[in-house]
Each structure stands twice: as C-alpha cells, then as structure tokens.
C-alpha cells in the first residue's frame, strides 16, 4: 500500500515562506502524476501544482512566481517551496499522486498565514 504524509505547515507571517513536504512510503510504481492541491474549509480543493505526465510542472496563475514544486529523490519527497505569502493562502494543503491508475491523498497540513 501506498502512503502519502505531508509535513511543514505551520504558521506564518504575510510575505513569510514555508517549505511544504509530501513523502512516500510503500510500493511506488507506475506513478502517473503528482501533486498539491489546498482547500479553505467550505470551499472545493484547488490544484495548486502538479508534475503533467510530460514531466513538465504546471501551477495555477495564483501560485506562479511565487511557489515552487520539485522532488527530491534521494529522501523519496515532493517539495513546495513557498514564498511571499498572503492571508489567502491559508487552507490545508493536500499532496496527490496517481500510482498505478489509483489515487492516493495525504492526510492534509495547515498552512496559515496571519500576523
């Protein structure tokens, strides 16, 4: 089984950065896809960045600039790197993969971004 733990969340001041990580543990094989997403209590989870299966990395407009997504192989993570917070950003941030045609999801870890 396949399982997926994000860590880093936190609080933060506006204009602060956070290192978010999501590590994989199990049998990863085939994997299809990967990627962040965050959700505000009430609202539908958004995608926040993803590797395509091109290997190419596609964020939405809001994280552009200002968040990095990438791997680090060796300690088997996924990184999003955070910078130049705003309030807005405050949700829970969930990591994703596609492993052999089944969907795993992190348990979830709390971004909030107050002064």
């Known amino acids: 089984q396949v399982q997926l733990v994000e860590s880093g969340g936190g609080l933060v001041q506006p204009g602060g950065s956070l290192l978010l990580s999501c590590a994989a543990s199990?049998?990863?094989?085939?994997?299809?896809?990967m990627a962040w997403f965050r959700q505000v209590p009430g609202n539908q989870r958004e995608l926040v960045a993803r590797?395509?299966?091109?290997?190419?990395?596609d964020y939405a407009d809001f994280a552009k600039g200002r968040f990095t997504f990438f791997r680090d192989s060796a300690k088997r993570t996924v990184n999003l790197q955070m910078s130049g917070l705003t309030p807005e950003d405050t949700a829970v941030y969930y990591c994703?993969?596609?492993?052999?045609?089944?969907?795993?999801w992190g348990q979830g870890t709390q971004v909030t971004v107050s002064s």
């Open positions: 199990g049998s990863i094989v085939g994997i299809d896809s």
């Open positions: 590797f395509s299966s091109d290997g190419l990395r």
């Open positions: 994703q993969s596609v492993i052999g045609g089944r969907m795993y």
